[in-house]
């Protein structure tokens, strides 16, 4: 596997798309209602990485050509990501975003919950004023998919423990759906065959997976300065995720079971984050965990294989390294 | 105009059809995970009167029949409306739903969020599986516009004062909006004409705003055991509506600017309220208003004439009545 590149690197060749996606975007998000206006700006002036809209440009070069149909559909899938993280911060509680203030902090929640359905409205509308159905038929099911992966995680949240299946469907439904039909879109604005189409579906899957994987490894692993958040959060928040689950599956049947109930139980304290974190390093969860984000990753780069080589080839096989190479 | 009647007398010739909707509606809504299903459940044990579903199918049966795809559009916009109703009682704190304790009550904020955007995704999918891209245009946009208006009205309540026309704006987007939507949708499930179904969206409108202003009205002058919240409950909810805006123009400026001070200066407390409904009532403001509610009432009744006469007309002349009659 090549050594990290950043998201940067890998956008290059659809640089200057993604620049126009900026101003298409800025030109569509224009209301009547100022306090919308307000907040809608200070959301795309903190626009991410947009790795999404990147992946839409990528699959669209990847399938034979960038059309105006790519802009559509990136604007869309980026406007759905957007309400969602909008609704996610009201979900988590999270005072911040992106290094600064999140909507539900300046403005309420209540803001926050109406500013997300006009997102999410919005990203909709866009293809039903262009007559992109199938845009429509693939976003809507990942609007449908990450609430209901949302839904499930809190519902397990509060059960006693969670296995490796469930955690695969959590993570597929709410991270997994919706760069799988970026990269969908994308292969649809290109007019794809139906055998590329389903090979980038596959594909956004896998490094779906691979990269929410990679996230909870890194809450293992991170120093908190990079990140961004504390070391062993996801314990402090009595989250199980993958490194725990392999260390369970690898440990004797009691240790498990005690350490769950150190992260189940009350609150963890220091002292439990430190003692779970060392239970997952002695059972090896994090290399385990790491080694399933190389396979999916595998599988994902052989997907490409039948298309020709270009730019966003070599492009889409970096994001796929990126993915379970990156240390933020 | 004829004494008010009830929406269960209203809806007398499509109560087949919404029992069989019913049915339908628990059909779609079985899900994988348990406390989604448990949420829905809930949800839909306490449905409402149905006023969306019944314009729907009366609006279907007056363009010719009601067809199966009457049931998709009945769906979609009762699913819609449960899922800006859930999304609003964020919006509002709200403890209480049609009696019973609401989604973000019982089951904190973050499902509340959560389930709101499936049921909203869910309705959209519904007309996506079927085809009805035309069910998608007007739906999508009435979302957008339910959005926008709530957002306006926060916006506005910021501010020193709000004038008809502003009033006006945001009834229509956040209440009209809707139920035009559903005439629409029922007209479109017939295959109505371009005249036909642009008559039902208007009458819609304007039975929407009726609506809208005869609950502000009622808000002035219904008993509090009838209506299930204090009299003069949007005075002290700092909230500006038709009955005081008329009672401004009215009045002498000054004493316009005095009242609107003691609404959106200080909390109001109980004496400020009983003076601005007392100003209101010597200024005639909840009688402007229902005169106002009576010519929207009548245009919306002159928009049905050219429709040959049936069951179905005779109910949406009802309905109509009762919008501008009701005393709940």
Redesign the interface.
């Known amino acids: 596997m090549t050594p990290p590149t950043s998201l940067k690197q890998i956008s290059r060749p659809v640089s200057d798309e993604l620049d126009q996606l900026d101003v298409y975007m800025r030109g569509q998000m224009t ?6 206006d307000t907040v809608v700006r200070y959301i795309l002036r903190q626009r991410g990485k947009r790795a999404r809209p990147t992946l839409v440009f990528l699959s669209a070069g990847l399938c034979g050509g960038i059309t105006d149909r790519a802009y559509i559909g990136a604007t869309m899938v980026e406007l759905l990501h957007t309400a ?1 993280l909008v ?1 996610d911060d ?4 999270s005072e911040e975003r992106r290094g600064v203030a999140s909507i539900n902090a300046v403005w309420k ?3 926050a ?6 997102l ?3 990203g ?2 866009i293809a ?1 004023h262009n ?1 992109e ?1 199938d845009f ?2 693939v976003t ?2 990942a ?2 998919r ?3 992966g ?3 995680q ?2 397990k949240s509060r059960q006693k423990s969670i296995d490796e299946e469930t955690y695969f469907r959590i993570i597929s439904d709410k991270t997994a759906s919706l760069i799988s039909t970026c990269c969908e879109v994308g292969a649809i604005s290109a007019s794809a065959s139906d055998e590329q189409r389903s090979a980038l579906r596959e594909y956004g899957e896998l490094i779906g997976l691979a990269f929410q994987i990679r996230d909870d490894v890194l809450d293992y692993t991170s120093r908190s300065s990079i990140l961004g958040k504390p070391v062993g959060n996801d314990i402090r928040e009595q989250k199980i995720t993958l490194p725990l689950i392999y260390a369970c599956q690898a440990a004797p049947p009691a240790d498990a079971k005690a350490m769950i109930k150190r992260v189940k139980g009350r609150k963890p304290g220091t002292k439990d984050v430190l003692d779970v974190m060392r239970f997952v390093e002695r059972y090896r969860g994090v290399e385990e965990s790491t080694q399933k984000a190389r396979e999916l990753h595998e599988k994902a780069v052989r997907l490409l294989a039948p298309f020709p080589e270009s730019t966003y080839k070599s492009s889409l096989v970096d994001f796929a390294n990126f993915v379970v190479t990156r240390t933020t």
Do not use: C, P, W
Not at 31 to 36: D, G, I
């Open positions: 209301t009547q209602t100022a306090l919308l969602t609704h009201i979900v988590d509680q929640n209540k803001v919950v109406l500013v997300g359905d006009y999410l409205s919005k909709l509308l039903v007559n159905f429509l038929k809507s099911e609007v449908r990450m609430s209901e949302e839904l499930l809190i519902q």
